[in-house]
Every structure is written in C-alpha cells, then in structure tokens.
C-alpha cells in the first residue's frame, strides 16, 4: 500500500484489520520504524479525534509529526490551473505540495467539501492535487467524499463486538442543524459492504447517498422496521446528494434508548463529534449501548496500523 486515500488502496482489508488488533495488544512493536522519518498532517479543517490519534500513532512509531493547519497558519492556496493570482490565494498547489514533500517523508491531508458543487466535491480535487504534485505516500484523514481511517476503526470495533458470524449493522441518518458531509457515511457504507454483514442504510426519503457507496446493501425508510433485530447501530448525518448540501432536518430521527429497544440490544456507534439530544439523545449515549468510546480509541491503533503498512513499503 503507497497511499491510503479510500477503500481502493487496500488490498487485503482483512490483514490490514489483523495487523490493527496486533498494533493494540502491542502498540510499541515497530517503535523505530519510522526513526529520521517526518509525517506531515495538513488540516484544512478541524479535528480532535484525527489530529489526536494520528499523531500518537505517528509517535508510537518513532516519526516525527509536523502539523499545518492551512487555514490559519499558511498562505491561502490555490488550486485552479491557469488563473491570475491577483485574489485572496498567495500560493500555488503546484509549489506547496512539492515543497512539503521535501520536508516531508509522507503526508496526510484533511479536507473537506465545499457542500455547493458536487462535481468539485466528488472529484476530489484538493487530495487528488496532493497525489499529483507530491511524490510521497498521501493518507486521506476525511476527504471531500470519505474517511476512511474512521471506516476502519469502525470495522474493527464491529469485529470486537460482534456475538454472530453475520451482525446486522444499521446505518441511520440522524438530524442535524448543519449540513454535514456524506464522507464519514459514503465511507462506512464502502467498507461495510467488503464485511460479512447483513447491511441496512435508514434514511428519509431524499436522502439517498450516491449509489456507488450504496452498492449492494438494502435501503429502508422506515427507520424503526430497519432498526428490528440490529446488532449495530451506526448513527450519522449527512446532508442532501441529491439537492445537493441541503440541511434535511427531522427530529423525530433522532436515535434514543427507546428506539434502541427495538434492536437485538444493539451496540451503539457514532464517528463523533456527536450533538447531544440532536442527533442522538443523552439516555441513548449514555446506555450500555453506546461503544463510541471505545470506537474512537481505535482510531489509534487502526491509523497505526496504515501508517505502519506504508512505512514498509517505502
Ligand atoms: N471522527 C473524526 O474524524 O473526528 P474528528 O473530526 O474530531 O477528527
């Protein structure tokens, strides 16, 4: 594995789950791996849970971590080919990312949609433009369209949890008073459907996600019938793909302890950061059901794992 940037990079997604549960029993096994190697992390936006693990991870390994938040520590850049530079943009992707990656002995770039042109969105332009320019590993910490260092944790969580051989796993869409992103949900769709899982997506109507991350698995609009028999529950919101960016709010999708009753007394899991009594209510988050705890302390022994894989092979 060169780069990690989605699903698409993994090859054996299996082993890659392996090698995380190892990195957690052990954490300090590779310690000198990555030694006279630096990782940088360039945010264009925020984090806690990305920006935390990453760099525990990175140090675990022996790297040293330079972090960039662009916003508000660097010149704004420019993407566009071909432009007269006279606007608020003081420097060109095509010199800052050569220029990081002879500082830099791999990458990992934050950044996410615009929510105003799809097209832009989807193409994934800002982290295409570091694989492009760059010639170092690039790791994708939440692009415009996925996130899948969260997938993996995610995956990994269910495999700890799971009491049978093919869980049900339920993805609903949660209110919001934002317009979130369809990353985190587009992602955990991808790799639920390469895990044995009976798959459910739960949504109001309008708001299907683009169907290539839907692949196979059901769709129902009937939240609480979706919910009958879960062994997981994975809330998240999105906004609108269709009418695209839209804030598509119902509170009565909301996930709490009642609904949670529905299920097979199912674990209950959240990407995080999560809006209390928005998107999930307190009595549910509060329950022995929730796992979202646990599912993010795996951020850092899944990332781990990736950044030890690419290590590797450099
Ligand atoms: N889940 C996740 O990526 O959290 P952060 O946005 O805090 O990094």
Known sequence: ??????LEDVSDINKLIKKSLEVKKDPFQC???GKNKTIGLVFFNSSLRTRMSITRAATNLGLSVITLNVNSDSWKLEFEDGTVMDGASAEHIREAVPILCSYCELLAVRSFPSLINQEEDYSERVLMSFIEHGN???INM????VHPLQSL??????LEYQRTHKPKVVMTWGPHIQALPQAVSNSFAQWANAMEYDFVITHPKGLDLDRRFVGEASVEHDQEKALEGADFVYVKNWSSYQDYGKVMSDKSWQMTL???????????MHCLPVRRNVVISDDALDSEHS????QAENRLYTTQAVIQQILLNL
């Open 142 to 145: 939440e692009s415009a369209t």
């Open 291 to 294: 796992i979202i705890i646990p």
């Open 1 to 6: 594995m060169r780069h990690f940037t989605s």
């Open 258 to 268: 009642e609904k949670l009753k529905l299920t097979n007394n199912a674990r209950l």
């Open 153 to 158: 944790a995610d995956v990994v969580t269910i």
């Open 136 to 138: 170092v590993p690039i």
């Open 31 to 33: 310690t000198g791996l």
